[in-house]
């Protein structure tokens, strides 16, 4: 079974509204990520927080971090048209030694932004 | 200047066939790495290499070999294609094994 899963599935919104996506994992882990996969892409990386961090900001984009709960949200404010992509949680377990990179991910969030 | 590149971008081949992914990556990164993306949009790791040296090899059928003739370059080949192996492929790279750099996927279909 995937470590991540995201909530929810698609979300649709209008331009300049705030998207909010979950992510849940099930084991202890080093840090979690974010990608955005545009149709026909590859995944980019967002931004990436650490098991001792809470929340982060870069640009539009604020995340969060709860252990204690095994979660994550991604918080996209003032949505755009070209916001419009699936997002994707990343996460290393944490299972001492190196991770080698060894990402695993969840199924995604279709967001789409409406002009 | 595309970071990290694959060819084909499309590839429909039939069952049986023998086909290859080729990748390389400009970004001067150690490790590189062969991901596959079913139907569902679930993404799973098969291969990684660091300076050419195997370190991941998932659950992947033995029909499945990735070459690397130097760390700028990463190859998938596979043998007598089949259909469930038709998904995305997509090569990424890392300098710190942490943060991944994606090419834009090979999309195989097996017919």
């Known amino acids: 079974s995937q470590q991540g899963e995201e909530d929810p599935q698609a979300l649709s919104i209008q331009e300049g509204e705030n998207a909010t996506m979950n992510c849940s994992y099930k084991?202890?882990?080093?840090?979690l990520q974010w990608y955005r996969q545009n149709s026909g892409r590859g995944l980019v990386h967002l931004i990436l927080?650490?098991?001792?961090?809470r929340e982060k900001h870069s640009g539009r984009l604020r995340v969060t971090l709860d252990t204690s709960k095994k979660s994550s949200s991604l918080l996209i404010t003032a949505s755009r048209a070209a916001d419009t992509a699936s997002y994707f949680c990343?996460?290393?377990?944490?299972?001492?030694?190196?991770?080698?990179?060894?990402?695993?991910f969840g199924q995604g969030t279709i967001l789409t932004v409406h002009p | 200047d595309t970071a990290v590149s694959q060819t084909p971008k499309y590839l429909v081949t039939q069952m049986g066939n023998d086909k290859s992914i080729k990748c390389e990556q400009n970004?001067?990164?150690?490790?590189m790495y062969w991901y596959k993306q079913d139907s569902k949009k679930f993404l799973k790791i098969m291969f990684s290499?660091?300076?050419?040296?195997?370190?991941i090899n998932e659950t992947v059928p033995n029909r499945f070999s990735p070459k690397s003739p130097d760390k700028a370059h990463l190859n998938l080949h596979i043998n007598s294609l089949e259909l469930g192996d038709s998904a995305v492929y997509f090569c990424?790279?890392?300098?710190?094994?942490?943060?991944?750099?994606f090419g834009n996927g090979t999309r195989l279909t097996v017919t």
């Open positions: 990343a996460t290393v377990p944490n299972a001492g030694g190196t991770s080698y990179g060894k990402l695993t």
């Open positions: 990424a790279s890392s300098q710190d094994r942490i943060t991944l750099h």
């Open positions: 927080i650490r098991s001792n961090e």
């Open positions: 290499y660091n300076n050419k040296e195997l370190i």
């Open positions: 084991t202890s882990i080093n840090n």
């Open positions: 970004l001067g990164h150690d490790t």
